[in-house]
Nanobody, 123 residues
Framework: QVQLVESGGGLVQPGGSLRLSCAAS????????MGWYRQAPGKLRELVAI???????NYADSVKGRFTISRDNAKSTVYLQMNSLKPEDTAVYYC?????????????????WGQGTQVTVSS
């Protein structure tokens, strides 16, 4: 099995910064895309940022210029540096991984999610 374990959420004032981390572990052959989604109360889960194994990135328009996604392939870890945080960034942030496993001798892709970490931006 594969686990995604997040850390780094918390309470921060508007204009502040937080850094989220997500480490993948388990029976991993390789990792394709990793990223972050978020879900605010009463809203659908939405993409925040994703990064490919080669380092290509994609961001939601609402976070461009404020958030930076990065990854350490050797550690199977993805990071989200969040600066200039706004109250509307308040949500549960979920780590996402598109991960290849070898099942019965066949390389097979799976999607995994972390348990979520709360980010609250409030004065």
């Amino acid at each position: 099995q594969v686990q995604l374990v997040e850390s780094g959420g918390g309470l921060v004032q508007p204009g502040g910064s937080l850094r989220l981390s997500c480490a993948a572990s388990g029976s991993i052959f390789s990792i394709n895309v990793m990223g972050w989604y978020r879900q605010a109360p009463g809203k659908l889960r939405e993409l925040v940022a994703i990064i490919s194994s080669g380092g290509s990135t994609n961001y939601a328009d609402s976070v461009k210029g404020r958030f930076t996604i990065s990854r350490d392939n050797a550690k199977s870890t993805v990071y989200l540096q969040m600066n200039s945080l706004k109250p509307e960034d308040t949500a549960v942030y979920y780590c996402y991984g598109h991960i290849n496993r070898v099942v019965a001798g066949v390389q097979t892709p799976y999607v995994y999610w972390g348990q979520g970490t709360q980010v609250t931006v409030s004065s």
